[in-house]
């Protein structure tokens, strides 16, 4: 039956995460200590040891989540699998879609990791602090949110940046119109319009800078062909094409992330289990609550990993 690996985006850090990968697998542990000298500082210090505060900064996060999800697939490499031969796509949600291409080969570990810490600084940067917010939007239809997105904008960005499914949308943009539009959601019968603890109104308008930062950081890296084609956040499509690829990246930063639509074109096209490699199971938990058809298992701890190759095969 047809497999599809997906690596989890931010939120899904937790402090000691991975660290039970490197104590078993020497191919775990290298991976960590690739990262740390990518970017010239104890990075694994941080994901195992913490302060929970520090790991969770954009600038930090993404490369740590990244490290976690590669490490996990060293594990299962260093016992004989093979993402080529075992798994039909890849896909990530937001920052997981650069550990999915790093899975893949599209770029190097290293360069990877150096890629998200310049994601998470020019995000971060792309607005300056308070000006940006993010709402979760619960049990409203997608036309009624973008209604209340369009209402509430008027002439300020605001609109959905996630769309996970399981009746759960995220809008972004300037604070003012989120938080009016997360009021008019409720009145339209939303179950919940939660305002989110978040640095920066992500995947927005507003992220265009950290787009145009993104741009020249990919022009600057070895690219290459995944050995396993990506669904892309933005098209939902596959490919395989590295200048594509990186064109979707760049467009990633201001775009929605469409995952609710990626787990249901898995679903159309013959993908029967879907792991989440790498910290947390969130992936795991949005995909049940949208397609129950399609099994899921997680590979973030030295357990998990055995229980996914006795099932890989």
């Known amino acids: 039956m047809a497999v599809a690996f997906t690596f989890p985006g931010q939120g899904s850090q937790a402090v000691g995460m991975g660290k039970d990968l490197a104590d078993a697998?020497?191919?775990?542990?290298?991976?960590?200590?690739?990262?740390?000298?990518?970017?010239?500082?104890?990075?694994?210090?941080?994901?195992?040891?913490?302060p929970e505060e520090t790991l969770t900064l954009t600038a930090n996060a993404q490369p740590a989540l990244m490290a976690?999800?590669?490490?996990?697939?060293?594990?299962?490499?260093?016992?004989?699998?093979?993402?080529k031969d075992k798994v039909s796509y890849v896909a990530g949600h937001s920052l997981g879609e650069y550990s999915?291409?790093?899975?893949?080969?599209?770029?190097?570990?290293a360069d990877a990791a150096r890629l998200l810490r310049i994601r998470g600084n020019a995000m971060q940067a792309a607005v300056p602090a308070g000006e940006g917010?993010?709402?979760?939007?619960?049990g409203l239809e997608q036309a009624d949110v973008e209604a209340a997105c369009a209402e509430a904008g008027q002439g300020s960005v605001c609109?959905?940046?996630?769309?996970?499914?399981g009746g759960q949308l995220v809008i972004s943009g300037a604070r003012a119109a989120v938080e009016?539009?997360?009021?008019?959601?409720?009145?339209?019968?939303?179950k919940r319009a939660l305002m989110l603890q978040v640095s920066a109104p992500f995947h927005s308008a507003m992220m265009m800078p950290a787009a145009d930062v993104m741009r020249d950081a990919l022009a600057g890296v070895a690219k290459a062909a995944p050995v396993v084609p990506i669904v892309s956040n933005v098209t939902v499509t596959p490919t395989s094409?590295?200048?594509?690829?990186?064109?979707?990246l760049v467009e990633q930063v201001v775009a929605r992330v469409r995952w609710r639509e990626t787990v249901e074109w898995f679903g159309q096209n013959g993908i029967a289990t879907l792991y989440e490699v790498g910290a947390g199971k969130?992936?795991?938990?949005?995909a049940r609550r949208i397609n129950r058809d399609i099994a899921t298992g997680a590979i973030g701890t030295a357990v998990e990993v055995e229980t996914a190759l006795a099932a890989l095969g």
């Open 241 to 248: 094409d590295p200048d594509e690829i990186a064109l979707r």
């Open 159 to 165: 609109q959905i940046a996630n769309d996970n499914g």
């Open 68 to 83: 976690v999800s590669l490490a996990a697939l060293r594990a299962l490499e260093s016992r004989g699998f093979s993402l």
């Open 282 to 286: 969130v992936l795991s938990g949005l």
């Open 180 to 190: 009016l539009a997360a009021k008019l959601c409720t009145e339209k019968g939303a």
């Open 25 to 50: 697998f020497p191919e775990a542990r290298r991976v960590f200590q690739e990262v740390d000298e990518a970017l010239g500082e104890k990075l694994s210090k941080l994901i195992w040891e913490g």
């Open 133 to 138: 917010a993010m709402a979760a939007i619960i």
């Open 100 to 109: 999915a291409l790093a899975a893949a080969g599209f770029v190097s570990v």
